[in-house]
């Protein structure tokens, strides 16, 4: 089954301790992007990779991190979280950046 | 900036017809509009794209004005299970870039 996957899905932590949060896709597309959602703001872009090792800036990037070096895996790292990342995050994929985007199933995060 | 803009919320009727528009000042002349569902406690999903004129699937129609600066989703005869928020993508950062913006989401409530 063609999908995007994100684990965990749900993660509380505390102020300053580094995760990671996975994202896969098995649909051999070259484009991957991170977003966080929020109420009244909607979707905004954290991050997005349009291939292998070619990753930049969506319009908030501060305070996470990605890498690219699979072509179905693009990891969001938060090196040092706080509270006003407390969000709900979407990783997405696509054949290309004006191609239909494939989101995975969320992962809620609560930083304390 | 490029910037998309769509109402927050609307309410409506079973059986009606719901129309949401979107605007994005910033499309690119190559850039497709594309419309997404999100149910609560899953990932957004495709429901239509197009690029001038008029588009109709299974499920909704899109008219795009020849300016292309805005874009409206028409949900014919509506149903409870069409209550859901709905995302317009019309647009991209400044530049030739891979950044996608989303508009902020419009919350759709049908009522019996």
């Known amino acids: 089954e063609a999908q995007v996957t994100q684990n965990p899905r749900y993660l509380i932590t505390v102020t300053g301790k580094k995760l990671t949060v996975t994202c896969s896709q098995n649909?051999?597309?070259?484009?991957m992007s991170w977003y966080r959602q929020d109420p009244g703001l909607g979707l905004r872009q954290i991050y997005y990779?349009?291939?292998?090792?070619?990753?930049d800036k969506g319009d908030v990037p501060e305070g996470y991190k990605v890498s690219r070096k699979e072509k179905r895996n693009f990891p969001l790292i938060l090196e040092s979280p706080s509270p006003n990342q407390t969000s709900l995050y979407f990783c997405?994929?696509?054949?290309?950046?004006?191609?239909?985007?494939?989101f995975g199933p969320g992962t809620r995060l609560l930083v304390l | 900036l490029a910037k998309t803009t769509q109402p927050i919320s609307m309410d409506s009727y079973e059986g009606q017809e719901v129309n949401i528009t979107c605007s994005h000042n910033?499309?690119?002349?190559?850039?497709?509009i594309t419309w997404y569902q999100q149910f609560p406690s899953q990932g957004p999903r495709f429901i239509i794209q197009?690029?001038?004129t008029k588009v109709t699937n299974e499920v909704a129609s899109l008219f795009i004005p020849a300016d292309r600066k805005s874009s409206t989703l028409s949900l014919p005869r509506v149903s409870l299970s069409d209550t859901a928020v709905y995302y317009c993508?019309?647009?991209?950062?400044?530049?030739?870039?891979?950044?996608?913006?989303f508009g902020q989401g419009t919350t759709l409530q049908v009522k019996p």
């Open positions: 649909m051999n597309h070259e484009y």
């Open positions: 997405a994929s696509s054949k290309s950046h004006s191609n239909t985007q494939y």
């Open positions: 993508l019309g647009g991209r950062g400044s530049g030739n870039t891979g950044k996608l913006i």
């Open positions: 990779s349009m291939n292998v090792e070619v990753t």
């Open positions: 197009g690029y001038k």
């Open positions: 910033n499309i690119a002349t190559n850039d497709y």
